[in-house]
């Protein structure tokens, strides 16, 4: 439970405001978090390994190296990020608790993929080959850059993991092809999707080659300046009407508007970039402003699977991808580490909980690509064989697996690195972000600091914290305050303390054995939208704890209709487990058009109900849900 | 403005409650439509025409007959039904008011056409040749039988229009060729747009030749059996899922169900099925009650151009397509025909002013492709040469092409036979269903009839009907209601009448010379949603007569933001040409998250605003607009 090698995150700038943590450093021992990471190592992982072998995706590297992928490649052109990104989980998994039997499938998979790898470090199983389209000849689309931007990130999964071994030397091969073919003398162009300049980043910090910062500061700088051609979306789609450091927001594509922010982030604080930093700090506060679902999802058109404009939030056209989730809390993570600023951690837990975690089944065997916040008709269950497409309509339920399936890797990737999310340390102290069961041990100045955090969250706000062992000198512990019980926070053990960008700061010797504990009131609250998100006008929410919680039809009496159910704000309360509301049955007059001079009718039936975590919703059977509930 | 050749209009019953006219029967002789059709004659088609000689959508068909088509194709594989709209819209042109000019114009383009046709009567620009995809090799996407269906369609309109030329020819052996190859004795597929179905039975009606009508039958009666592959939108996408005479409502694709229906409802006519009929209207009921913007439009998913579900329908998510409005249109005049039911000339009336009529520019040389009831962010005016993508998103402002450009041509040959549908004759009577200036000659039992009908109509609501001629025999005159006059119609004139499906009746003798008028309160309307229409809960929109009223940002306070304002539906009132109402401007509090816990802040500011008809936004430049006004 405690590996000793591992020697960092997702994320390791040179300079930052917060150290972040490897596994070595910190690791979830029990509780809501444990069980998840257990279902991602149990389950997931292995279901996207066979979907993959299933399906050819894994195959065409065997097909690429034997020569014969021109005629046979499965999936569409950038199913190489899948494995990749699969890659990058089992490195995390690994990292966080060896298993001979993950490793060999690890290592057994990287050997196949290696093998597809060219004389020159190109690697791609769609383009390059007789037969196949010339590398490069279609930026717009191919995804080529993208792909290697995923193989970069398992490469520095795996090295930050304590493993410098043939993942990390084909990333090291093909990240030497890219710089000479889009580095100073190369090709100035970019990718349609951006990934590969985070991915850049983090391999030139884990390995120490300047080159492809280099590269990845010449790929943002790029963007913006209509190198990539007219598509049918227009150019907004993939960021390349407006240079990044010049936009004000989020916008086009939301996956590739996150990660380019995410690789804006990671090169601006690399190469001292203040400006830079700064505008991307200012697009996604914007975009939280305007732009962000409650669910801290993204993503309102379904389809160009963009950001919409400011407050264009339809809970019913929610694209809300998960993976948009996942990005938008890889781009938080360096805001946080860069600034220390709470309301990013607050951010990262709103998306994970309720956007990241809401995709997979409880069973860990079917995913939401998208994530719809109001489901008006019951979904199907799909088959457990079934190829789901990610751009049919209707859902309402999880698929074991999509044409285009990138959130199902995505999630397993992010839950086998999320514990590295939950605490960072800088000189003089740890800080704790998310709650959980945990132990935190690294060095702080003095010496050593190991915390034993266990709380009944996000069900229950009392979070205890143990210490194990600390220096005989000062250290600030920084306790994360949601904003929801801001003023509310009880801290015991603890005071005299300060209140600072979202954390309550302990400044003072710490005792092995003692125990302090803080109390958020985790009550059910009702929550209004902003009045110029027209689409939830004359609705709330109920928020309880870091929950969003949702009004699922199995919830109602017999024969009632979700879609004619208000209720009365007031009538809402916490329950011991959860939360319960009053609603109230409409019968609409039957009418054959459904705009008259009458105001809607009053309720013929009143009923209780309980409000469930909106991440669990779908997960008994096909549902309507909505996240929105109409006042009377 | 009185041709006497014209024997038939766009639908051509051999049975029927109501009887169609011809151009020689009805003519539109002055006010608001005869503006609309002289602009359509004097701008829109020739604006068309240049459009698609600029771009090669004509010459394809030269390249097609010189055989160098394969290598120079323009445009996407459907653009040829783009010509036969054109053409179809100039015969109805033609047969409305004779035009040398138009008319040699016309001759010359079918020319062209023919050229293209094969020995065996196959006639499209995209398949079949050398280099090109083979004949029905793509039935799912082809469009090769809606390409076809439009050049039938356009046939047809020559023969109602009293001329049996080179076009009718060419339709006759594309016809009889598809009957061999879809025939009893053919292929048993069906195309992935429908449009054929409706061409083939007018076709049939027109010629005498039943095979066209088997054929269309067997082509309704194979839909919905799966034939067609799956795509990545579903097979319901195009109807395939469930036979036509199983569907409860109209779902997928918009313009495709609307066709499809259309054309069923021919069959079910000419065949005698009332089962089928009765299908096809229980469907269009349930659409109306449940699936239909407030302008009549539909189409709530932009991804596929379908329908949405039950009461999905966001104003600012609005597909509404023109074509889909059209398609509708016709749909309701079918029903009309057969049924004599006033709720669909009302249908017809809505979505003509409202949907249909919204998208030309009042220049006509600019078009909407979509059309938005809420426009957040005003858009861009489109340069006079700019082909717009009909995907793209935002767009706010007409354009002046599209690279699929289905709406301009449907708009083009809806006007010009759109006095078609204003009158229809039985037995016994006239039926007035829309109003304008119009003059009626047709034969009913017992002599001629001969009525000239006056109004201000749509924007006022007195009909004046002059008998000029009529038989000494007493008829029965119905003037149709509309349902917002439904008991405060008053009659001049013309006691005693009774009300029937939606009409009053004055059954007497008519004296030559007499006036009959009838006055309609044109007052403005508050009309609220039925209450499961989540999108535009806690807003009301406003009706003047027939049109739909719109809230435009230009009739606002400089410095007025239209998403933060609010009104009380009391404030509206009437005013001489048109409706004013009290605005009041909102401050939304500056937050870094759209989510609280508290309710949105009073009004700051009240000032009077003038509301445009809907169809007239975005004439005056670029602009934010809505439908749907939010209340204090």
Redesign the interface.
């Known amino acids: 439970m405690n590996p000793t090698t591992p020697t960092g995150g997702p994320v390791g700038p040179s300079r930052s405001a917060l150290r972040p943590l490897s596994s070595s450093e910190i690791w979830i021992d029990g509780g809501y978090w444990a069980e998840k990471q257990q279902l991602n190592a149990d389950v997931i992982l292995e279901h996207c390994r066979t979907w993959m072998e299933r399906i050819g995706w894994i195959g065409n590297f065997d097909r690429a190296a034997a020569g014969t992928i021109a005629a046979d490649h499965a999936g569409i052109e950038f199913v190489d990020s899948e494995v990749y990104k699969l890659l990058e989980a089992m490195a995390w998994e690994l990292g966080r608790q060896p298993s001979e039997t993950l490793e060999a499938t690890y290592l057994s998979l990287v050997e196949r993929v290696s093998a597809a790898q060219e004389p020159d470090g190109y690697l791609h199983t769609s383009f390059g080959r007789a037969a196949q389209p010339p590398r490069y000849s279609d930026l717009e689309w191919g995804h080529e850059l993208y792909c290697f931007g995923h193989l970069i990130q398992a490469a520095v999964a795996r090295l930050r993991t304590g493993h410098d071994d043939l993942l990390p030397a084909v990333a090291r091969r093909l990240a030497d092809h890219l710089y000479d073919a889009f580095g100073p003398d190369g090709r100035p162009a970019v990718c349609g999707h951006p990934e590969v300049e985070m991915a850049l980043v983090e391999l030139g910090r884990a390995t120490g080659e300047e080159r492809y910062l280099e590269l990845a500061r010449l790929f943002v700088e790029r963007r913006g300046h209509r190198t990539l051609q007219q598509i ?3 150019r907004e789609y993939f960021q390349d009407t407006v240079p990044v450091r010049d936009a004000t927001t989020l916008s086009g594509h939301a996956v590739r508007a996150l990660y380019l922010a995410a690789g804006a982030a990671d090169v601006a604080v690399e190469t001292g970039d203040a400006a830079l930093l700064d505008a991307v700090r200012r697009q996604a ?1 914007a975009a ?3 732009r ?1 679902y ?1 669910t801290g999802a993204v993503g309102s ?4 699977e ?1 950001f919409g ?4 939030l ?4 929610a694209y809300a991808e998960t993976c948009a989730g996942i990005a938008s809390a890889m781009l938080d993570w360096r805001l946080l580490l860069s600034t220390g600023s709470g ?1 990013h951690a607050a951010a990262m837990e709103r998306v994970l909980l309720n956007n990241v975690l809401t995709s997979p089944r409880e069973d860990g065997r079917a995913f939401f690509y998208a994530n719809t916040l ?1 489901q ?2 019951p979904g199907t269950e799909a088959g457990d064989d079934e190829l789901a ?1 990610h ?4 859902g309402g339920m999880r698929s074991p697996w999509f ?1 285009v399936s990138c959130c199902p890797t995505n999630v397993a990737r992010t839950l086998a690195s999320v514990h590295l999310y939950f605490a960072t340390a800088s000189e003089r102290g740890v800080q704790l972000h998310q709650y959980g069961d945990y132990q935190v041990r690294t060095e702080v100045a003095g010496g050593t600091v190991h915390l034993r955090v266990t709380s009944g969250y996000p069900y229950d706000g009392t979070v205890h914290v143990e210490v194990v062992e600390a220096p005989d000198r000062a250290i600030a512990l920084a306790v994360r305050v949601p ?1 929801w019980a801001a003023g509310a926070a009880e801290l015991s053990g603890g005071e005299p303390t300060t209140l600072a960008d979202g954390y309550l700061v302990l400044d003072r010797v710490l005792t092995p054995g003692e125990k302090i504990s803080v109390a958020f009131p985790i009550e059910a ?15 709330f ?1 109920v928020e309880r704890g870091p929950l969003v919680l949702a009004l699922e039809s199995l919830d109602l009496p017999a024969g009632w209709d979700l ?2 159910v ?1 209720a009365d704000p007031a009538s809402v309360r916490t329950t011991s487990d959860g939360a319960a509301i009053t609603v109230e049955q ?1 019968t ?1 007059a039957e ?10 009718s009053p309720a013929t039936a009143r009923a209780e109900a309980t409000l469930i975590p909106y991440q669990r919703w779908a997960n008994r059977g096909p549902a309507a849900m909505r996240v ?1 509930i ?1 006042k009377d």
Do not use: K, L, M
């Not at 058109?301 to 160009?304: A, E, I, L, P, T």
């Not at 609250?525 to 609705?539: E, L, N, Q, S, T």
């Not at 009418?591 to 809607?600: N, S």
């Open positions: 049918d979306f227009g506060a939280r402003a305007a962000t409650i058109h379904r389809r160009d963009s404009q400011d407050f264009e339809p809970p019913d056209r309301g109001h008006r008709v497409g751009r049919a309509e209707g044409d904003e609250r009702v929550v209004h939208p902003d009045p110029r998100i027209d689409a939830v006008r004359g609705a929410a879609n004619a208000t409409h609409p009418a054959d058009w459904p705009y008259r001079a009458e105001t809607p929105w109409p």
